[in-house]
């Protein structure tokens, strides 16, 4: 995983030595997202769950309408789960006979560090639409639920995840309130399978330039 955060900070720095060739500023931005995993499957259904992100930006100019904007973030995400008919067992995951399935559900968080690298098209001088390419390494994962199982029940339909890596694409857009602060929503989809899910995640926030 370390390689992986390397690779994350090389990009990240990359993108922002490139755009110090151009008139930039830094910022910071933050605000609370909205994500699930997509798709549902037959023994999981996935449902939003509330979550927040933080972290830094450069905006730099590529033309009086482009402007290229490298973000740094930290954010945490994930899901609301239920498991679908699962059966009672015994301390060796034998079903118990005469017994009826559950359904368990249960959160996942996932602390994520995210590079989104969107370009950003302005329609007039306050309006823009954005869209780019998205990295991300989690760092953590932390499974909660109001339920429990019994002593011995097998837990196994419980996704505990093992792939660390994230990238997908980023779309949204904004509205800049003044020359300092700035509206932002923006969605991203994830392109690439973890554990036979991807996520999808909105953001709701505010930018604020230096």
Same mark, same amino acid.
Do not use: H, W
């Given at each position: 995983?370390?390689?992986?955060?390397?690779?994350?900070?090389?990009?990240?720095?990359?993108?922002?030595?490139?755009?110090?060739?151009?008139?930039?500023?830094?910022?910071?931005?933050?605000?609370?997202?909205?994500?699930?995993?997509?798709?549902?499957?037959? $023994?999981?259904? &996935?449902?939003?769950?509330? *979550?927040?992100?933080? @972290?830094?930006?450069?905006?730099?100019? =590529? #033309? /009086?309408?482009?402007?290229?904007?490298?973000?740094?973030?930290?954010?945490?995400?994930?899901?609301?789960?239920?498991?679908?008919?699962?059966?009672?067992?015994?301390?060796?995951?034998?079903?118990?006979?005469?017994?009826?399935?559950?359904?368990?559900?249960?959160?996942?968080?996932?602390?994520?560090?995210?590079?989104?690298?969107?370009?950003?098209?302005?329609? $007039?001088?306050? &309006?823009?639409?954005?869209? *780019?390419?998205?990295? @991300?390494?989690?760092?953590?994962?932390? =499974? #909660? /639920?109001?339920?429990?199982?019994?002593?011995?029940?097998?837990?196994?339909?419980?996704?505990?995840?093992?792939?660390?890596?994230?990238?997908?694409?980023?779309?949204?857009?904004?509205?800049?309130?003044?020359?300092?602060?700035?509206?932002?929503?923006?969605?991203?989809?994830?392109?690439?399978?973890?554990?036979?899910?991807?996520?999808?995640?909105?953001?709701?926030?505010?930018?604020?330039?230096?």
């Amino acid at each position: 995983m370390n390689k992986q955060v390397i690779l994350l900070i090389f990009i990240f720095s990359f993108s922002t030595m490139f755009s110090q060739d151009r008139n930039g500023n830094f910022g910071v931005k933050g605000g609370v997202n909205y994500g699930k995993y997509t798709p549902n499957q037959n $023994s999981s259904e &996935f449902s939003y769950q509330l *979550g927040f992100y933080v @972290g830094g930006l450069y905006k730099t100019e =590529i #033309t /009086s309408k482009l402007k290229f904007q490298p973000e740094l973030l930290f954010a945490l995400q994930g899901s609301n789960i239920k498991a679908k008919d699962n059966p009672l067992t015994d301390i060796n995951g034998n079903p118990l006979p005469n017994t009826s399935t559950f359904d368990f559900e249960y959160e996942i968080y996932e602390l994520t560090i995210s590079i989104p690298l969107p370009i950003k098209l302005y329609f $007039s001088e306050n &309006f823009y639409m954005e869209s *780019g390419p998205q990295f @991300g390494i989690i760092v953590d994962r932390n =499974i #909660t /639920s109001s339920q429990f199982l019994l002593d011995g029940n097998d837990n196994s339909f419980i996704r505990e995840g093992n792939d660390n890596f994230d990238f997908g694409v980023c779309l949204g857009t904004g509205y800049d309130v003044s020359e300092s602060l700035s509206l932002n929503i923006r969605a991203f989809t994830g392109l690439i399978k973890r554990d036979n899910i991807k996520s999808f995640v909105f953001n709701f926030g505010l930018e604020y330039n230096l």
